[in-house]
């Protein structure tokens, strides 16, 4: 397996590092108070700027770059308008583009609103599915709960692709779904290639991410406090609206953070259960890359798609300010 | 007793944190089997002073001095002191024979000796079947007792103690104050104590170190600065007090609230500005016509032992302690013998009398 | 009644999210290619697993890229952490935010950045750069299960160490260390598991010549997936739900005796 070999230049990168370390926890015994304890962050502070920085602000330079390197905004340009290449192209060849019929390509803009829009529709019924099953399993009377939660992780164990694909079996023409209807002597469904099946198929892949916040919000809540507002008064709906579900807010946030994020950025499941026929940004996004070959407008695609998130972001958390929601873990 | 060696001197000792300064000026010594008691309200620096003598902290100016040797760049794990640490620090994933045994198996001694050593620390602090127990299913008092075992068996010449009683129960507390005092006498060994408590401070103390904002306001005996704090501060945060302003007729004469009083005081001139502290249990209650001052009960609460009043005079309010109840809305006569008439330089304004000793929560340092 | 609705609730959930696995495993031991007709049992594609060597390639650069991913980010993260937690207020938020970054960062995002930066340096794509791919993903999981082990710790416990004769270096290996272990171990997990299922980041990092089976399985998944990979994936589930109830059994054997 020749290709596991480490090439030279790793080592001496490693060696640089190393090297650096060793120098900084040298220069840091002062005397004899041993080490800081803050150099240990010291390798991972030179891997993020390695690793992460840098890969990023590569992007941000082909972003705004075009082929040959020059300064140039076309990228974005073109991300509103598919087909301004073309008609920069025409107009220095002398044509009128609108002679000829050819408008402003919104094909880069509609699968942005499309996938954002199945991002929408997928975060919500995630959270529609998702938060009554997180909310029976924390009920502390039901026993089974905190176990039937690692049963929602176990499935995830299983390549993503390969449940995906499982779908593709269930979903088919021949499939077992139509098989069965078949068998009921019900009509064939086309339940494959369109949008439908690429939401089922994220809703199965992001459940779990809707439902650990939202259990571990809701399963950290002190069962005082609803008893208190029985107590007081509170019917069990009341209770829940003005009590559990206001607490269990922070996992709430946490989950559509969680879900959200990936389902913009899909890929791979559009192809597999939409067929082509619904492309999300994140499949025009590795098509721009690396069937179109073109970085420049790939990066600046991407550069896009990190400023929505970060938006979307930092709008969701001024309801969390905390950061209290659960995580995964 | 005051001629023992000196064993720890703090010199010009001073300590900012990004350049807030946090320590100012601070000149201690304390001498060897001294219990001395750094106390003040949060904030007021103690804790870091505590902190500098463990090592844990820096000086930003200043030296430290331990028998004679500067140890001001010396790191915790090589100074001859210990310390029982705030909300025990004990090592949750050691039992609590591990947690005694620990500076002992750093200090690669025998293992039989740490077993005797460990032994005998468990029966000093009487929790000799405990060893094999896990730290956290013990209580707090109990998770105190382990923490100055495992402090002590090293036997250190110094043994820090920082809020040590701050987390247990006032009865707990009470007892463990009379056993911390009876182990430090038994092992003389000298004790730091840092705590916010006024009354911790008074019963345990041979020395209290008063501080506040960074500064030390009177070093003395419990007695000493019970009976002559030398600023309002001091008088109000160690038991309550009534702080009146006035004025030094001559010496040995002092009016205040429109009155002469005769007191003791020497030495701050005529006719000069005087702070007059009296506390709640030395003003007298006398029949209306037969004390200096003529005041009304605003208020009464009984305290258990005494009658805590509430008695305006003219512009000033007075609390009282009495074992005899006057009835609210009565007026009453006040006097005080001149003995226990305490006057001092006065303060700046905003400390006037009715403060109660702030008791608030440990510090955060 | 609301009972019972609860739990039929939780069960349809549960079938929604177990039905494909189900069929996936059935189809490993059906003796036909057909992904819906059940053509008879047979164990042909568990024998054709063992002698098909790009899947047993694949899968050995799976698990050792898992392995040895988990394992430098734990130690890389393990030690961030210690150091980040020792910072002062500000520096230490800068650290945070940096480690936020790579987790916000959108998969496909943080793989075509990856990508940029080998093209740029000429780092040639293949199993190193993957696997330096997969360690930069796992180290912030590694310190977000880590630092709060280090938030929970009594703040003074390493001092207490200090004041008891410890060197920092031997504070550290007796005090924190086992403390923050079981945090350092569910990072462990994490980059384990996360290294293992990730595709979009090997895909845009490795070449066509270094497959895991994540983007083996993608090149295939056009021409149709053999029930080979079927049969893995099976053995894979099978095996990781037996390392997770004997984790489990130990957790629960090491409570009582305490």
Same mark, same amino acid.
């Given at each position: 397996?020749?290709a596991?070999?480490?090439?030279?230049?790793?080592?001496?990168?490693?060696?640089?590092?190393?090297?650096?370390f060793?120098?900084?926890?040298?220069?840091?015994?002062?005397?004899?108070?041993?080490?800081?304890?803050?150099?240990?962050?010291?390798?991972?502070?030179?891997?993020?700027?390695?690793?992460?920085?840098?890969?990023?602000?590569?992007?941000?330079?082909?972003?705004?770059?075009?082929?040959s390197?020059?300064?140039?905004?076309?990228?974005?340009?073109?991300?509103?308008?598919?087909?301004?290449?073309?008609?920069?192209?025409?107009?220095?060849?002398?044509?009128?583009?609108?002679?000829?019929?050819?408008?402003?390509?919104?094909?880069?803009?509609?699968?942005?609103i499309?996938?954002?829009?199945?991002?929408?529709?997928?975060?919500? /019924?995630?959270?529609?599915?998702?938060?009554?099953?997180?909310?029976?399993m924390?009920?502390?009377?039901?026993?089974?709960?905190?176990?039937?939660?690692?049963?929602?992780?176990?499935?995830?164990?299983?390549?993503?692709?390969?449940?995906?694909?499982?779908w593709?079996?269930?979903?088919?023409?021949?499939?077992?779904?139509?098989?069965?209807?078949?068998?009921?002597?019900?009509?064939?469904?086309?339940?494959?290639?369109?949008?439908r099946?690429?939401?089922?198929?994220?809703?199965?892949?992001?459940?779990?991410?809707?439902?650990?916040?939202i259990?571990?919000?809701?399963?950290?809540?002190?069962?005082?406090?609803?008893?208190?507002?029985?107590?007081?008064?509170?019917?069990?709906?009341?209770?829940?609206?003005?009590?559990?579900?206001?607490?269990?807010?922070?996992?709430?946030?946490?989950?559509?953070?969680?879900?959200?994020?990936?389902?913009?950025?899909?890929?791979?499941?559009?192809?597999?259960?939409?067929?082509?026929?619904?492309?999300?940004?994140?499949?025009?996004?590795?098509?721009?890359?690396?069937?179109?070959?073109?970085?420049?407008?790939?990066?600046?695609?991407?550069?896009i798609?990190?400023?929505?998130?970060?938006?979307?972001?930092?709008?969701?958390?001024?309801?969390?300010?905390?950061?209290?929601?659960?995580?995964?873990i | 007793?005051?001629?023992?060696?000196?064993?720890?001197?703090?010199?010009?000792?001073?300590?900012?944190?990004?350049?807030?300064?946090v320590?100012?000026?601070?000149n201690l010594?304390?001498?060897?089997?001294?219990f001395?008691?750094?106390?003040? +309200?949060?904030?007021?620096?103690?804790?870091?002073?505590?902190?500098?003598?463990?090592?844990?902290?820096?000086?930003?100016?200043?030296?430290?001095l331990?028998?004679?040797?500067?140890?001001?760049?010396?790191?915790?794990?090589?100074?001859?002191?210990?310390?029982?640490?705030?909300?025990?620090?004990?090592?949750?994933?050691?039992?609590?024979?591990?947690?005694?045994?620990?500076?002992?198996?750093?200090?690669?001694?025998?293992r039989?000796?740490?077993?005797?050593?460990?032994?005998?620390?468990?029966?000093?602090?009487?929790?000799?079947?405990?060893?094999?127990?896990?730290?956290?299913?013990?209580?707090?008092?109990?998770?105190?007792?382990?923490?100055?075992?495992?402090?002590?068996v090293?036997?250190?010449?110094?043994?820090?103690?920082?809020?040590?009683?701050?987390?247990?129960?006032?009865k707990?507390r009470?007892?463990?104050?009379?056993?911390?005092k009876?182990?430090?006498?038994?092992?003389?060994?000298?004790?730091?104590?840092?705590?916010?408590?006024?009354?911790?401070?008074?019963?345990?103390?041979?020395i209290?170190?008063?501080?506040?904002?960074?500064?030390?306001?009177?070093?003395?005996?419990?007695k000493?600065?019970?009976?002559?704090?030398?600023?309002?501060?001091?008088?109000?945060?160690?038991?309550?007090?009534?702080?009146?302003?006035g004025?030094?007729?001559?010496?040995?004469?002092?009016?205040?609230?429109?009155?002469?009083?005769?007191?003791?005081?020497?030495?701050?001139?005529?006719?000069?500005?005087?702070?007059?502290?009296?506390?709640?249990?030395?003003?007298?209650?006398?029949?209306?016509?037969?004390?200096?001052?003529?005041?009304?009960?605003?208020?009464?609460?009984?305290?258990?032992?005494?009658?805590?009043?509430?008695?305006?005079?003219?512009?000033?309010?007075?609390?009282?302690?009495?074992?005899?109840?006057?009835?609210?809305?009565s007026?009453?006569?006040l006097?005080?013998?001149?003995?226990?008439?305490?006057?001092?330089?006065?303060?700046?304004?905003e400390?006037?009398?009715?403060?109660?000793?702030?008791q608030s929560e440990?510090?955060t340092? | 009644?609301?009972?019972?609705?609860?739990?039929?609730?939780?069960?349809?959930?549960?079938l929604?999210?177990?039905?494909p696995?189900?069929?996936?495993?059935?189809q490993?031991?059906?003796?036909?290619?057909?992904?819906?007709?059940?053509?008879?049992?047979?164990?042909?594609?568990?024998?054709?697993?063992?002698?098909?060597?790009?899947?047993?390639?694949?899968?050995?650069?799976?698990?050792?890229?898992?392995?040895?991913?988990a394992?430098?980010?734990?130690?890389?993260?393990t030690?961030?952490?210690?150091g980040?937690?020792?910072?002062?207020?500000r520096?230490?938020?800068?650290?945070?935010?940096?480690?936020?970054? +790579?987790?916000?960062?959108?998969?496909?995002?943080?793989?075509?950045?990856?990508?940029?930066?080998?093209?740029?340096?000429? /780092?040639?794509?293949?199993?190193?750069?993957?696997?330096?791919?997969?360690?930069?993903?796992?180290?912030?999981?590694?310190?977000?299960?880590?630092?709060?082990?280090?938030?929970?710790?009594?703040?003074?416990?390493?001092?207490?160490?200090?004041?008891?004769?410890?060197?920092?270096?031997?504070?550290?290996?007796?005090?924190i260390?086992?403390?923050?272990?079981?945090?350092?171990?569910?990072?462990?997990?994490?980059?384990?598991?996360?290294?293992l299922?990730?595709?979009?980041?090997?895909?845009?990092?490795?070449?066509?010549?270094?497959?895991?089976?994540?983007t083996?399985?993608?090149?295939?998944?056009?021409?149709?997936?053999?029930?080979?990979?079927?049969?893995?994936?099976a053995?894979?589930?099978?095996?990781?739900?037996?390392?997770?109830?004997?984790?489990?059994?130990?957790?629960?054997?090491?409570?009582?005796?305490?």
């Amino acid at each position: 397996m020749s290709a596991m070999a480490f090439p030279p230049w790793a080592v001496w990168l490693m060696l640089l590092g190393l090297a650096a370390f060793a120098g900084m926890i040298a220069l840091s015994i002062r005397r004899n108070r041993g080490i800081r304890r803050t150099l240990f962050a010291f390798p991972y502070g030179l891997w993020i700027v390695v690793f992460t920085l840098i890969p990023l602000l590569l992007i941000g330079y082909y972003a705004f770059t075009d082929r040959s390197g020059a300064f140039t905004l076309d990228n974005f340009r073109t991300f509103w308008d598919s087909n301004f290449e073309m008609r920069k192209q025409m107009l220095d060849m002398g044509f009128d583009p609108a002679d000829l019929g050819i408008a402003r390509g919104n094909v880069n803009m509609d699968t942005l609103i499309y996938s954002l829009w199945m991002a929408f529709l997928c975060t919500l /019924i995630c959270l529609a599915m998702g938060y009554p099953a997180a909310l029976f399993m924390a009920d502390r009377n039901f026993k089974l709960g905190s176990t039937l939660v690692v049963l929602f992780i176990i499935p995830m164990w299983m390549n993503f692709l390969l449940r995906t694909i499982a779908w593709m079996s269930l979903l088919e023409d021949n499939g077992l779904i139509n098989t069965l209807l078949g068998a009921l002597g019900l009509p064939r469904m086309q339940l494959m290639y369109n949008s439908r099946a690429v939401l089922l198929g994220m809703v199965y892949n992001y459940l779990p991410f809707m439902v650990f916040p939202i259990y571990n919000a809701l399963s950290k809540q002190d069962p005082k406090l609803s008893e208190a507002a029985m107590d007081l008064g509170a019917n069990a709906a009341l209770t829940f609206f003005k009590v559990t579900l206001p607490l269990s807010l922070p996992g709430v946030i946490s989950g559509i953070t969680m879900v959200f994020m990936p389902s913009v950025t899909t890929f791979f499941i559009p192809r597999v259960l939409g067929g082509g026929n619904t492309e999300m940004f994140g499949d025009l996004i590795e098509r721009t890359f690396l069937s179109a070959d073109n970085w420049n407008l790939g990066s600046a695609l991407s550069l896009i798609m990190m400023v929505l998130i970060l938006l979307s972001l930092t709008t969701l958390r001024k309801f969390d300010p905390e950061g209290e929601g659960g995580t995964m873990i | 007793m005051q001629e023992r060696p000196r064993l720890i001197n703090l010199e010009n000792i001073s300590k900012e944190y990004d350049g807030v300064r946090v320590l100012s000026d601070i000149n201690l010594y304390i001498r060897k089997n001294e219990f001395v008691t750094l106390l003040g +309200p949060s904030g007021c620096g103690k804790t870091t002073t505590l902190r500098i003598i463990g090592g844990f902290e820096r000086a930003t100016t200043g030296r430290v001095l331990f028998d004679g040797q500067d140890i001001t760049d010396l790191p915790p794990y090589k100074r001859k002191v210990n310390t029982v640490f705030q909300k025990y620090a004990l090592f949750p994933h050691l039992n609590v024979y591990e947690n005694i045994a620990f500076g002992l198996k750093v200090a690669k001694r025998p293992r039989d000796e740490i077993r005797r050593k460990v032994e005998k620390m468990l029966a000093l602090v009487n929790l000799r079947s405990y060893g094999k127990r896990s730290v956290e299913s013990l209580s707090g008092g109990q998770q105190q007792r382990i923490a100055i075992a495992r402090a002590l068996v090293n036997e250190p010449e110094v043994l820090l103690l920082d809020e040590p009683l701050g987390a247990l129960d006032l009865k707990l507390r009470q007892e463990m104050q009379l056993e911390l005092k009876r182990m430090q006498q038994m092992l003389g060994i000298t004790f730091i104590y840092v705590t916010h408590d006024q009354e911790e401070a008074l019963t345990m103390s041979d020395i209290i170190v008063v501080m506040k904002d960074g500064y030390i306001q009177q070093i003395g005996t419990p007695k000493d600065v019970y009976d002559e704090p030398k600023s309002a501060f001091v008088a109000n945060f160690i038991g309550q007090s009534n702080i009146i302003r006035g004025e030094m007729v001559h010496d040995c004469l002092v009016n205040f609230c429109g009155a002469d009083f005769p007191c003791v005081d020497k030495g701050f001139g005529s006719n000069a500005p005087v702070d007059v502290l009296i506390r709640p249990e030395d003003l007298q209650i006398v029949p209306e016509d037969e004390g200096r001052l003529k005041g009304i009960v605003r208020s009464v609460l009984f305290k258990g032992v005494h009658y805590e009043m509430i008695i305006d005079s003219g512009a000033m309010r007075f609390k009282v302690h009495s074992t005899v109840m006057q009835p609210e809305g009565s007026t009453v006569g006040l006097d005080v013998i001149p003995f226990n008439i305490h006057i001092m330089k006065p303060m700046p304004k905003e400390e006037t009398q009715f403060e109660e000793a702030t008791q608030s929560e440990e510090e955060t340092a | 009644m609301s009972r019972m609705f609860k739990r039929g609730y939780l069960a349809l959930m549960l079938l929604f999210l177990y039905v494909p696995i189900l069929v996936l495993i059935v189809q490993s031991f059906n003796a036909g290619v057909s992904r819906a007709k059940w053509q008879g049992f047979s164990l042909k594609w568990y024998i054709d697993l063992f002698n098909s060597a790009s899947i047993i390639n694949a899968f050995y650069i799976t698990l050792t890229i898992a392995l040895l991913s988990a394992l430098f980010a734990t130690i890389l993260g393990t030690l961030a952490a210690i150091g980040i937690h020792a910072m002062q207020k500000r520096p230490q938020g800068i650290m945070m935010t940096l480690t936020n970054i +790579p987790m916000t960062m959108p998969d496909i995002v943080t793989g075509i950045s990856l990508m940029l930066l080998y093209i740029f340096t000429r /780092i040639p794509r293949g199993y190193f750069s993957m696997l330096l791919a997969h360690i930069t993903f796992n180290i912030p999981y590694v310190i977000l299960s880590v630092m709060p082990k280090l938030k929970q710790m009594n703040k003074f416990s390493y001092e207490a160490a200090l004041d008891l004769g410890a060197t920092p270096g031997y504070a550290l290996r007796h005090v924190i260390l086992p403390s923050v272990m079981p945090g350092v171990i569910t990072g462990a997990l994490l980059s384990f598991t996360l290294s293992l299922d990730d595709f979009t980041i090997s895909y845009f990092t490795t070449s066509p010549l270094v497959q895991n089976l994540s983007t083996l399985i993608y090149s295939e998944a056009r021409k149709g997936i053999k029930p080979t990979m079927n049969a893995l994936s099976a053995l894979m589930f099978v095996a990781l739900l037996v390392l997770l109830l004997a984790v489990n059994r130990r957790a629960n054997l090491v409570k009582e005796t305490k």
